[in-house]
């Protein structure tokens, strides 16, 4: 049956090119090469956060009015909805953190150089988008925390020369947030975000295949010196590999969205003054291009902070952790890439 259908496209769309693709395309193996499948768990929690969210789409109710009772229903009402909604929300954490983990793993690789600069600067760009889904994800069950959070989140806009007040209302809707930040980050979340990743993510997945993996300066060394790098087949062996680390991955998601629900709090209420002793975890990443030709094409900064209140000044309090991850040029792959400066402070900000 299956080999008639093929036989049938086949006929029509000549599927020689991809059959070529499939049974030519190989994959290195070295002592670093477990490093690969970091993008392919990501782009499964991917693949994870789309089924989950169509299903949430089904009940969920993007304004003021309704977005905590709808999550609520789920939650409560709708047969497993729990368990989804946990999934996309646990699954949306993970995503991010093994983003950062193939961010790093790419970058201690060295697979940004040439020719893979794009490759590079579109993950970049998945990186924001990924976080961008966070970020406005995060407001939609319209629940105490990520009220607050938004405002902080959103306030933090303020602080740009010149353009801040008008980024801040542009990303509220308004002076404050209100039903229509909600209605815009909804938009941002189930749209404009969405067709991004389409494009960007296609595009990623594109070079990879044009180019092929590449490999650490180490395993590049032997190879000139005349070493020959063992290969496996991409299909099946490498894209086995691949749904074995995707188990693995479903393994941890399956347990965390089982084990450790997500806390739905209480409804979020525009008008009512700031609870007492909220206090807010927060993440902030920052890139700073550098262009020398020998070096990475980003430093990092990754910051994370606890906000708390100060109701009677209506200001929040910061205990700011900052690391400044610096991709330095060096001879060897690994050893002397990272510079890492950690500091705290205490940051004191009106809201
Ligand atoms: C949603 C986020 C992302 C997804 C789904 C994704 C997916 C993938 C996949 C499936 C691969 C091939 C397997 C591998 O090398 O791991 C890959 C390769 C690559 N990715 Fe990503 N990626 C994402 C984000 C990023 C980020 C944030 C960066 C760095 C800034 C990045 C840079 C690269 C590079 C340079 C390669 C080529 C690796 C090589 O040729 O050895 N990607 N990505």
């Known amino acids: 049956m299956t080999q008639q259908l093929i036989a049938w496209l086949d006929e029509r769309l000549d599927l020689g090119a991809i ?3 499939v049974s030519e395309k190989s994959v290195p193996v070295h002592r670093h090469s477990v490093w690969y499948y970091m993008g392919g768990i990501t782009l499964f929690l991917v693949g994870v956060q789309v089924a ?4 949430l789409l089904l009940y969920y109710r993007p304004s003021a009015g309704e977005a905590y009772e709808s999550v609520k229903f789920i939650v409560s009402q709708v047969e497993f909805g729990w368990l989804i909604r946990n999934l996309h929300s646990w699954s949306a954490n993970l995503l991010i953190l093994m983003a950062f983990v193939h961010l790093f793993s790419t ?11 794009l490759t590079w600067v579109t993950g970049v760009l998945l990186l924001f988008i990924m976080m961008g889904f966070g ?3 995060y407001l939609l069950p319209w629940n105490e925390l990520a009220f607050f959070a938004t405002k902080v989140g959103t306030g933090i806009a303020g602080a740009v020369p010149f353009v801040g007040d008008f980024m801040v209302r542009f990303l509220r809707g308004g002076d404050e947030v209100t039903g229509a930040t909600l209605t815009r980050f909804y938009g941002l979340h189930v749209a404009i975000l969405p067709a991004m990743t389409t ?4 595009m990623h997945l594109l070079f990879i295949q044009r180019q092929g993996m590449s490999v650490p300066p180490s395993v590049e060394a032997r190879e000139k010196a005349g070493a020959r790098t063992p290969q496996i087949p991409f299909f099946p062996h490498y894209v086995l590999h691949d749904v074995m680390w995707w188990y693995v991955a479903l393994a941890v ?8 629900p997500w806390e739905l709090g209480t409804k979020a209420d525009a008008f009512a003054p700031v609870p007492a002793g909220i206090s807010l975890p927060m993440m902030t990443f920052s890139f700073s291009p550098r262009m020398k030709s020998e070096r990475p094409w980003m430093a990092a900064s990754v910051s994370t902070r606890v906000v708390s209140w100060n109701d009677a ?5 910061s205990v700011a952790s900052d690391a400044l ?7 060897r792959p690994s050893a002397g890439f990272l510079a890492a400066v950690t500091s705290s402070r205490l940051v004191s900000r009106k809201v």
């Open 19 to 21: 059959r070529h693709f």
């Open 52 to 55: 989950t969210g169509i299903l």
């Open 107 to 117: 970058l201690f690789l060295r697979s940004y150089r040439k020719p893979r600069e």
């Open 135 to 137: 970020f406005s994800g």
């Open 199 to 202: 494009v960007v993510l296609g």
């Open 253 to 260: 998601l399956a347990a965390l969205a089982l084990f450790l």
């Open 313 to 317: 000044a209506d200001s929040h309090e």
């Open 325 to 331: 991850v610096m991709p330095m040029s060096s001879g």
